[in-house]
């Protein structure tokens, strides 16, 4: 049996995905900033794609921004509120210490020009708090950037008490919803969300493309020039069949939201309660504020990057983390941030199911994980150690 359990890195495209675009191959293939009929056509379809993704957030259609994806519309949406703070005197961001690397690095960059970044420590229940947030507000904030669920552990944060927190304090608020969108139901008017990202491959739309919400009125800085698409804020000539599958996949997981938690929630369970019994393993993330299909664990005495191989062999197709850090060799920022120490973060384990999984993928992952699990602890000098008692376990 093959089983993809990596959704959280990427989906497989949808049929209403594939329908969506197969005429901007075909038929639709003019420019949109083209005046003939041609051009109009492929802008109409442009348009009604942009309509579509503001539905499915509440937000007005000229509030979508097309770009190639979350990490670009992350890097749009922080640099923007940054430079417009800087013009303010204010140069202060808050994020927090388990952020995609997207927005990481991006607080890095503005660190070396002169801002302060705060990350919140994330050490109780793998998650934050809106008092948190409030405490961090200083007179010079300019921005709160958090996600809105992280891409490892699956913690869900509270992004509508810290969008009120934000708005009382008239400060800018942007989430990473990369993982979020099409998964959990979202309204950025009711959440006082002020900036959002989305990645379309997150929800079976097609690779390379995404979206940043930006609510009317706040000042959008460019950080591709070269043209005048996007209303002057994003250059480079529309990816019209991507931006189209996009759209299509979205409104489709938004029309089946309900139905689809319900099903993933149900198999998650069923997993974390079933690698539970294994010995001397933790779950990761906040167990109750959790993305539908995310199931992560940590197991004491074995290496992740022999686990994930191993369950390759078997037919099971898992990852360890951030599919964006996969060749690295260093533990998992996020599992560090939660507080793991190093020799356990090495030994973990990402399971991100979506509705096309099913319960017999469930009941194969639940005999190999334990079964591959066992083999490698029997092969590690470090668990012969541990139960020896030369050194003590820490799960």
Known sequence: MQVYADNAATTKISKVALDAMMPCFETIYGNPSSLHSAGQEAKEALEAARAKVAQCLGCEPREIYFTSGGSEADNQAIISAARYGARKG??????????????????????????????????????????????????????????????????VLPISQ???????????????????VG????????????MLS?????????????????R????????????????????????????????????????????????VTAMRDRLIEGLKQIPHSALNGDE??????????????????????????????????????SGSLDPSHVLLAIGRVHDVAHGSLRLSLCEYNTEEEVDHILQVVPEVV???????????DLQNGKREYIL
């Not at 998964?183 to 002020?194: G, L, R, Y």
Request: proline residues 3%.
């Open 90 to 155: 204010k140069k202060h961001i808050i994020s927090t210490a388990f952020e995609h690397h997207a927005v990481l690095h991006t607080l890095e960059k503005l660190e070396k020009e002169g801002f302060e970044v705060t990350l919140l420590d994330v050490h109780q229940g793998h998650n934050i708090t809106a008092q948190q947030v409030k405490d961090a507000i200083r007179e010079d904030t300019c921005l709160v950037t958090t996600m809105y669920a992280n891409n490892e552990i699956g913690s």
């Open 162 to 180: 810290i969008g009120a927190v934000c708005k009382e304090a008239g400060i800018p608020f942007h989430t990473d919803a990369v993982q979020a």
């Open 183 to 194: 998964h959990i139901e979202i309204d950025v008017q009711a959440q006082n969300i002020d």
């Open 198 to 214: 989305l990645s379309g491959h997150k929800f079976h739309g097609p690779k390379g493309v995404g979206a940043l919400y930006v």
């Open 216 to 263: 009317r009125g706040f000042p959008l800085v460019n950080i591709i020039d070269g043209g005048a698409q996007e209303r002057g804020k994003r250059a480079g000539t529309e990816n019209l069949p991507a931006i189209c599958g996009m759209a299509a996949a979205l409104e489709d997981a938004c029309a089946h939201l309900e139905e689809n938690t319900v099903k």
């Open 288 to 325: 109750v504020n959790r993305l539908p299909g995310n199931v992560n664990f940590c197991f004491e005495g074995i290496e992740g990057e022999s686990l994930l191989l191993l369950l390759d062999m078997k037919g099971v197709c898992a990852s360890s983390g951030s599919a964006c850090t």
């Open 374 to 384: 066992s083999y490698l602890r029997g092969m590690s000098p470090v668990w012969r």
